[in-house]
């Protein structure tokens, strides 16, 4: 039974080696035909793409062939307009060496001809000098003088007339330039004032408070007057209480506390309570609101006007102008409009713009100091400005603008000129309040005089142009009358700067042909 079944599994074992060998052979028959199918497309793919290859090849052999024969035309093109340019200049260059072999022949000729004129000059200067020489003998014997002597005496003679006309054109010269430079300030100062705007109000500081109702005076007193005692102590502020209805007054030198003391007066009647705890918390706080309001001021007018690196506490006294007045005109304003006008005359000056706006602004700062002092305000304002750094044109400026100090700058006297300008101009200041009245009272005055018709005060009381009668009065008289009217205003009436007194005396003879 065993050996049965060894021999049908040799059986078995036989039939799958035979039939895997016939699948092996029928394999590598099915491998060997796609590998000849593979390598004949791979065949026909090699000769397409060197097909291709070679086209573009040719291709490119064309384009680059037809790109160099151009590039040969180009080049044979141009050597050919090359030699075409040669060839011109060679026979420019020909006609030009023709040219000048002839002008050279030419001018041999001229020359000879110029050499024989020389000569006949030459020989006729000789006989015009001999001749001279003869004249010369003859005048010397006629008028008794030698040829050195007539030449010595005439330039003698010319010397003293140059002389006298350079003397005369010299004068004439100074009185032009002059002219020229009074007429050349004049219009600077004019054009300065037309281009800068000022208020022609007075900014007055006022003292006096007014009131709803008297009522109110008694609740400001407080009882046995503890109230107004407080104030005054906290403020520094003396309270005028009297029968004028509905008003009462506030005394103090100090404009900024008379500042406080107002507002503060304000807040406490608007508030209705009124003792002396809420009045010293009050006061405090408008203090502060004050100090506050005097730098912010200061930063205002600092920028306004273009000028920067100001010290902090110079900017706190220019503030403090806001709150102080000189003759009615505020300060801080007559501050402002100095600036400008320093500024505007510099530039036509050809000045430093900036350093003329700044010190027009600080040229009073002297009239706000925190205390008293005997220094005048000129030179108080140099101290300061030394103190916080002020470039020395500025502080030579602020401490010479009333000639406390010597001027060392151009900028010193345009501060001057402005600050007069701008203090004594008609409306600025509460003594010019009366301006119109000067003027007819100069007027008047002028009109008292025997033989004067007519008398005008012009330029604000600057100039009296007086017109008097030709056929009533002598020259002598007009002498007269300017001399002694100057005295009399000078004597008899108060004015800012000078009055020029200009006295008009004509005679017109008129006739008529007919």
């Not at 006609?95 to 004129?117: I, M, P, S």
């Not at 100090?291 to 205002?300: A, F, L, M, T």
Request: hydrophobic share 35%.
């Amino acid at each position: 039974m065993g050996e049965i079944v060894l021999f049908v599994l040799a059986g078995l074992i036989g039939g799958l080696g035979s039939g895997y060998v016939i699948f092996v052979a029928a394999r590598k028959k099915q491998l060997e035909a796609e590998q000849a199918r593979v390598l004949e497309e791979a065949r026909l793919q090699g000769e397409n793409i060197k097909k291709d290859r070679v086209l573009e090849a040719k291709e490119k052999y064309m384009q680059l062939r037809s790109d160099y024969d151009r590039e040969i035309n180009k080049r044979n093109q141009e050597m050919n307009n090359a030699e075409n340019r040669l060839k011109q200049k060679e026979q420019s260059l020909d006609d030009k060496l023709k040219g000048l072999k002839n002008n050279e022949d030419e001018n041999d000729r001229q020359r000879q001809r110029l050499d024989a004129q020389i000569e006949a000059y030459k020989k006729k200067e000789n006989e015009v000098n001999a001749l001279r020489e003869q004249q010369l003998q003859q005048l010397e014997k006629v008028a008794g003088f030698t040829a050195a002597e007539a030449k010595e005496q005439m330039l003698e003679t010319i010397k003293a007339k140059a002389h006298s006309e350079g003397m005369s054109l010299a004068k004439n010269i100074v009185e032009e330039a002059k002219l020229g430079a009074g007429r050349e300030a004049k219009r600077i100062v004019l054009q300065t004032i037309q281009r800068t705007a000022a208020e022609l109000a007075i900014d007055n500081t006022v003292t006096s408070f007014p009131l709803e109702s008297d009522d109110q005076k008694g609740r400001i007193i407080g009882r046995e007057g503890r109230n107004i005692k407080a104030f005054e102590a906290a403020t520094g502020v003396e309270i005028l209480i009297d029968d004028t209805p509905e008003t009462i007054v506030l005394s103090c030198y100090d404009p900024i506390r008379r500042e406080i003391a107002r507002v503060a007066l304000e807040r406490l009647i608007r508030d209705g309570r009124i003792h002396p705890a809420r009045i010293e918390e009050v006061v405090e706080k408008v203090r502060k609101q004050i100090e506050e309001e005097v730098i912010e001021w200061g930063e205002r007018t600092v920028v306004d006007l273009g000028i920067t690196g100001l010290h902090p506490e110079l900017i706190r006294y220019v503030g403090r102008m806001r709150f102080r007045s000189s003759y009615g005109q505020n300060l801080l304003k007559h501050s402002r409009e100095v600036a400008r006008l320093c500024a505007t005359m510099a530039a036509e000056m050809g000045l430093n713009v900036k350093l003329a706006k700044r010190a027009g602004l600080l040229h009073d700062i002297g009239k706000c100091p925190d205390n008293d002092e005997e220094t005048p305000h000129a030179l108080l304002g140099l101290k300061l400005c030394e103190k916080y750094g002020e470039h020395p044109e500025v502080c030579n400026a602020v401490g010479a603008h009333h000639d406390e100090i010597e001027m060392t700058s151009l900028l010193s006297p345009i501060i001057q000129a402005c600050d007069a300008i701008s203090g004594s101009r008609p409306g600025a200041r509460r003594g010019d309040e009366g301006y119109l009245e000067r003027i007819r009272e100069m007027e008047n005055m002028a009109l008292s005089y025997p033989g004067v018709e007519k008398a005008f005060a012009i330029q604000a009381g600057r100039e009296l142009r007086i017109i008097m009668a030709a056929e009533k009065t002598q020259d002598e008289q007009a002498d007269t009358l300017a001399f002694e009217l100057s005295n009399r205003i000078m004597t008899e009436m108060r004015y800012p700067g000078q009055v020029k007194i200009t006295v008009i005396r004509e005679k017109r003879s008129v006739g008529v042909a007919k």
